[in-house]
């Protein structure tokens, strides 16, 4: 997004709420030049979990022919 | 992936503990058609929701206990075992939470769950958030322990 001085002076702090929700940089123009940027910093976990609900969600799940409740209730009558 | 220690009182933000009995049909499909509906909304509505996976750190113990009995039972890679247990705690925030021996007795107890259940309900009660869960139980004692299950 782009946002000039003004609006850094007067609404800095939404606009790094903004930037920090969002994931989009802002350019900061000075008499209609860029002069700076506020970016988010990348979160490793993010971007980790991220990539496992993408991968996730693309999953076929593999067909099993014993029920999944059972399956937890064994696991627990075992005594996890 | 994170495990995380809570302070008391400590709250994460828009979370949702899942119980293990959604996450595994992420991974295994059983022929229950309507939990693997139901397990599929819960993993759609967390991306859309930009919700925050919480789970009892008995999830550790159960989520490998599963995928290793059906690797065996069903010969499933290794590597597809190992990529797909990894995904889920990539996703995941294990709480070691304030649950103690004396007050995981004490919800199972008054609550009627088994104390393996009352980890997860435990923990959706102190952070106030929902929890996605297909347990019988879990679900049957909600309304009296006041905690909300998730409807995605």
Redesign the interface.
């Known amino acids: 997004m782009k946002v000039t001085m003004v609006e850094i002076n007067k609404e800095a702090s939404s606009i790094v709420n903004r930037v920090a929700k969002t994931g989009e940089s802002a350019i900061i123009y000075k008499h209609g030049k860029p002069i700076a940027e506020i970016r988010a910093l990348t979160d490793k976990n993010a971007t980790e979990r991220d990539v496992a609900y993408q991968n996730l969600l693309r999953l076929q799940p593999a067909k099993v022919d014993e029920p999944i409740s059972e399956m937890i209730a064994k696991g627990r009558r075992r005594g996890i | ?2 495990f995380s220690t809570l302070k008391q009182g400590e709250r994460l933000d828009n979370s949702i503990v899942v119980d ?2 959604v996450m ?9 058609d309507s ?2 509906v139901y397990a599929h909304k819960v ?2 509505a ?2 859309a929701q930009a919700r925050q996976i919480i789970v009892p750190y ?1 999830w550790v ?2 989520s490998a ?2 995928v290793e ?2 690797s065996r ?2 010969k ?1 890679a290794h590597d597809q075992c190992m ?2 247990l ?6 995941c925030t294990v709480v070691r939470g304030d649950q103690t021996p004396t007050n995981l007795y004490e919800f199972s107890h008054t609550q009627g769950v ?1 104390a ?1 259940d009352a980890a997860y309900a435990m923990l959706a009660l102190g952070q106030s958030c929902p929890i996605a869960t ?2 019988k139980m879990i679900i049957k004692a909600s309304g009296r322990a006041k905690y909300s299950l998730f409807e995605p």
């Open positions: 992936m994170a293990n009995s595994m049909r992420w991974l295994f499909q059983d022929g229950s939990d693997q993993l759609n967390i991306g008995i113990y159960e206990f599963v009995y059906y039972r069903h499933l990529d797909q990894t995904w889920l705690f990539d996703l088994s393996y297909l347990d």
